[in-house]
């Protein structure tokens, strides 16, 4: 393949950018439903 | 997770709109719906850039440098999708007062400026060894350069006040006033000369690329858009649970005071 | 219902103040929003000299002279658009996608006997996109020649098989 480096770079952004995007919201859901479930649990005055 | 005592019930089923502003209902819908949105994007986004990088041929000048076409050309599409949709949101949001829409256009603008930056970086790639600069203040380049800062903005702005409706109604306004760039990004090409070529694909007329390289540029789009969606709800999500803790918070702050 | 529609009213009358005054202030800074000016635009008002600006065109078929400067490449060239042509001198190494036929944007000044001094050399694809071999058979059948034309019509080509000839 001719320029090889340019297409290698592109392709690794193009894959890098969403999983990045889908691990960190998947992270923040996550924390999110633990917070609220640690909060819920706890009786309420 | 299922259903939200912690909101106040709504009294009358809500008519129009309103009847998708139900934060526990969305929840629920969104829930059932994502893994499948997930894996059709996961599928159709590699599918597509496998076929762009091993099945699609060469192009006859560009050789494989054509193959970031694959990347290059579905991102620059979803910069200006996302927008669109952003835009929707505020409209919704400064309209009718949609509560969700709300929550969206927050977290539609970060992906909207992540991919905007992925289709600026995957240009620049292509363009250094095609046309031999890295960038030109052409047209096209800078239209999507100031939807960039359009992005980066509302990100900026919606989270700049400390009561969120104030960054809300803002944000909104800045959305809907950078709307007259979508435009001027897609037409800067047949307005003013450019470096950047004009659109191969149009809604009139036979597409000027060869169906060989047509198919795996279309799955490709397919799945970087629903990839875009499946995000975009995600983060909403995280962010209905964030509102819903901090409600929580504040609500038990009041009673203690 | 009514504020709602009120707030409608404001938003989409702002929209229509917004566009307008974009759109008259586009077609005002028309011509200032240019990349390039082409070959004609230099013959009917000559530009000063001593000041750089970009020239773009085509390089025409067969005016491309390539040589060697104290070791370094250095290109002879006309660009046209039609009606004007403007001869180019540049030293340095031309992109992967310079041929003849092909458009360029060139940086640089007018010299004192009317030829353009570039100091940079930007190739333009245009919109095309097809694989070698069909490009190669169009050039076989007569249909089109790189070097002096545009391609042929899409559809007559875009989904042909590569590796066959055209046909008809």
């Known amino acids: ?45 | 997770m299922q259903t939200s005592p912690v909101l106040p019930a709504r009294g009358a089923p809500a008519r129009s709109l309103h009847r998708f502003a139900n934060p526990g209902r969305f929840l629920r819908i969104s829930g059932r719906v994502l893994p499948f949105l997930s894996a059709a994007a996961l599928v159709l986004t590699l599918a597509g850039l496998g076929a762009g990088l091993f099945l699609a041929p060469a192009d006859w000048q560009q050789g494989d440098a054509v193959r970031i076409m694959y990347v290059h050309v579905p991102s620059a599409w979803l910069a200006s999708f996302g927008y669109v949709a952003l835009a929707v949101c505020s409209l919704l949001s400064l309209v009718w007062r949609h509560p969700l829409a709300d929550l969206a256009a927050a977290e539609i603008s970060p992906v909207g400026a992540g991919f905007t930056a992925l289709c600026l970086a995957t240009g620049s790639i292509w363009g250094k060894p095609m046309w031999g600069a890295w960038w030109v203040w052409d047209a096209r380049l800078t239209s999507v350069l100031v939807l960039f800062f359009l992005y980066l903005g509302h990100v900026a702005l919606v989270r700049a006040f400390d009561d969120p409706q104030r960054g809300y109604r803002a944000g909104a306004i800045l959305a809907l006033v950078g709307v007259v760039n979508l435009p001027i990004i897609k037409f800067s090409v047949d307005w003013w000369n450019t470096l950047h070529q004009p659109a191969s694909i149009g809604l009139t007329g036979s597409p000027t690329m060869h169906f060989d390289m047509l198919w795996p540029l279309a799955v490709a789009a397919l799945g970087y858009t629903l990839a875009f969606m499946a995000i975009v709800i995600a983060r909403t999500r995280a962010a209905v649970l964030e509102r819903r803790i901090h409600g929580l918070l504040m609500a038990r702050a009041e009673a203690v005071r | 219902m009514t504020r709602k529609r009120r707030r409608l009213w404001i938003v989409l009358g702002c929209g229509l103040g917004l566009g307008s005054a974009t759109a008259l202030a586009l077609t005002a800074m028309r011509d200032n929003l240019v990349f390039f000016v082409s070959p004609s635009e230099i013959a009917a008002k000559a530009p000063a000299m001593g000041r750089d600006f970009r020239l773009g065109g085509l390089v025409e078929a067969g005016s491309l002279r390539r040589s060697t400067e104290q070791g370094r490449p250095s290109s002879r060239f006309r660009v046209t658009d039609g009606t004007g042509e403007v001869s180019v001198v540049f030293t340095g190494i031309l992109p992967d996608l310079f041929r003849e036929g092909q458009g360029v944007v060139a940086l640089g000044g007018m010299l004192p006997d009317g030829s353009f001094r570039a100091s940079e050399v930007l190739a333009k694809h245009d919109e095309t996109y097809m694989p070698p071999e069909v490009a190669e058979a169009l050039k076989k059948s007569g249909k089109w020649n790189p070097t002096t034309g545009k391609p042929p019509a899409a559809a007559t080509w875009n989904t042909l098989e590569p590796g066959k000839p055209v046909g008809g």
């Open chain 1, 1 to 45: 393949m001719t320029h090889l480096p340019f297409i290698v770079s592109a392709y690794a952004l193009g894959i890098l950018v969403p999983v990045a995007f889908a691990v960190s919201a998947m992270v923040r859901f996550r924390s999110a439903r633990r917070r609220l479930a640690a909060i819920d649990a706890r009786p309420r005055r």
